[in-house]
């Protein structure tokens, strides 16, 4: 058990954990099978002992965010005409793709700063922005808040959790993982529970049958 808190102390005051949160945030926003929001939250504790700067935490997690999701939208840019070309040849593929654009032309800020907390929300959202030619600019500051936002929430996450155990890294870092996995359990089940709130219920949104008099 020594041994193990003495190399997580160290790989946690290692000067090189800021490069490797922003290249892993990069990978993340594409692939969003890399756990980059579990080392930001591990960093987030690391600042709670003093090993890193949690200012600098949340500058790094943003700056890979950002960079890794702009990738991301000149990808879609890239596979754009592609996508609408073979949509067209489906009609119920080319009504999905056209819903998309208009989605993101009413609402693309609210899409682009909420589908980051949606597990692999934002690969979809980024890539559908430059799949449908979202306008860059506003891409550009949205995604530049959104990430904020997100590096922001990741890193304060593993430091609240983490501050009542500073004294012991390892259990701070236990503490700031489950506090952060239990906070996201009910956020998702927040959200979960509103969209069924929205659903119709078919049972009563199904037309009655009309009686007639014989």
Excluded: K
Excluded at 87 to 95: M, S, Y
Excluded at 143 to 161: E, K, M, P, R
Excluded at 178 to 203: C, H, I, K, N, Q
């Amino acid at each position: 058990m020594e041994l193990v808190r003495l190399v997580t102390e160290a790989a946690l005051a290692s000067p090189w954990l800021l490069a490797v949160i922003v290249a892993m945030a990069v990978v993340d926003a594409l692939l969003p099978v890399v756990p980059s929001e579990a080392l930001i939250i591990a960093a987030g504790v690391a600042a709670v002992t003093g090993e890193q700067n949690l200012v600098a935490v949340i500058g790094a997690a943003a700056l890979g965010s950002f960079v890794g999701e702009c990738a991301g939208y000149l990808i879609g840019r890239g596979i754009g005409p592609a996508v609408r070309t073979r949509f067209a040849a489906d009609g119920r593929r080319a009504e999905h793709y056209d819903r998309a654009a208009r989605l993101l032309d009413r609402r693309g800020g609210t899409v682009l700063l909420t589908a980051r907390f949606v597990p692999a929300g934002r690969t979809v959202a980024t890539l559908a922005s430059g799949a449908t030619a979202y306008p860059w600019p506003r891409f550009l500051g949205f995604t530049a808040a959104g990430s904020v936002l997100s590096a922001s929430w990741s890193a304060v996450l593993g430091f609240v959790g983490g501050a009542a155990f500073a004294h012991d890294t390892v259990t701070a870092l236990v503490v700031g993982f489950l506090f952060a996995s239990a906070v996201g359990l009910v956020l998702e089940g927040v959200r979960r529970w509103r969209a069924a709130s929205r659903t119709p219920d078919p049972v009563a949104t199904a037309p009655r049958p009309v009686l007639t008099a014989r």
